[in-house]
């Protein structure tokens, strides 16, 4: 499906409400399928929480399709699950994004994990063991979701664990919001100098958990009250001004971009655009939250300023190779763009190529981040329906706003 978009301009009060983060989700139903008592409310409603759900039901061959978090959290469940046996694989894509890392933590603590096809890679042979060792150590600056997948299953584990991370920490709030989920439900676990310990748990002394809705979905609403007239809000909920989640950082990241956050009651944040962009070049450090690369960068494109940002070398391991794909479709567009293999700088652009079709990669973020340029220019963005990876209401909400578009089957 493709979606043509018209220039236009959001509604002047538009309200929305965004489905439950798709991380918080994902760690919340690894955890219930090893304490069942556990309930959940507002979970998401994306693509990857539902092979996430479908996946930890019984079966020999669990395939979670493009769900990246899902084949890192469940190669280190079913390594745990005593005299079980699963065949875990993925997409196309899926079986070339590398899982060694995660493998080779997983059999220093005595797990039977073997590669089908390339080593390093997907699909997997896992047969589950009861794990006595528990310390294991890491690269700092190896995917969150490696670390997070260890500690998620730890309290489950004989001994618990003890994680030491070597070097600077990449990606930190997600490694912190695992452990403030699992420390709120009552598992014990500290994190000091780099070494990181779960004690292990037979039950939760909290077993119900209202998720948050997702602030990667909600940067979306940033990039197009940024580009939005002067005076335009948007309310969005059900937002905490005290996040676990690391994208709650587009408060401050989007405040030299004229947008104004505010906590309302009933958990409603309100975005209004109070301003022009105070500078004329971005520069931000997004080591803690790369996902939002691509939205601050169309943002950027949109305003007609420079940007600059690192901290992305997580980046080329994601759906996509994001760095790679921004550059191409921004250039499509007109605009000058250089990448490393951790950083994107883009320069100003003041005239954007019009009723250009974007390759979105089988990238939802691709699809959405270019989405606010509508405001901009005519825009068409190629297998739109890939969104459903994280939030599958997005078409339907950027038409609730007052975005003009059409689907094209």
Sequence with gaps: ????????????NTQLFISGSKSETNRLLLLQALYPELTIEN????????????AVQPSTIINVHHAGTAMRFLTAYFATQYNGEVILTGSERMQQRPIKILVDALRTLGAEIFYLKDEGCPPLRIIGKQIAQNQV??????????????LLVAPKLKNGLELTLEGSITSLPYIQMTLSLLQT??????FEHN????????ELKENHWVVESDWSSASYWFSF???????????????????????????????S????SAFLPDQILQLTKVSAPTTVMFQADLNYCPDLAQTIAISCLGLGIACQLTGLHTLKIKETDRLLALKTEIEKLGAEVHIT???IQLKATKNLHENISIATYQDHRMAMAFAPLALRIPIQIAQAEVVSKSYPNFWDDVQKAGIQLQKNV
């Design 1 to 12: 499906m493709t979606v043509q978009l018209f220039t236009s301009q959001l509604g002047l």
């Design 43 to 54: 979970a998401s409603d994306s693509d990857d929480s539902k092979a996430m759900l479908e």
């Design 137 to 150: 150590v890491l690269s700092a600056d190896v995917s969150s979701q490696y670390i997070s997948a260890l």
């Design 185 to 190: 439900l009552g598992v014990k676990n500290s």
């Design 195 to 202: 070494i990181i310990r779960v004690w292990p748990a037979q």
């Design 225 to 255: 009250i940024s580009m939005s007239e002067i005076g335009t809000q948007i309310q969005l909920s059900n937002f905490k001004q005290n996040s676990f989640q690391g994208d709650s950082a587009l408060v401050h990241l989007y405040a």
């Design 257 to 260: 971009l004229g947008v104004q």
């Design 341 to 343: 293999d951790h950083s």
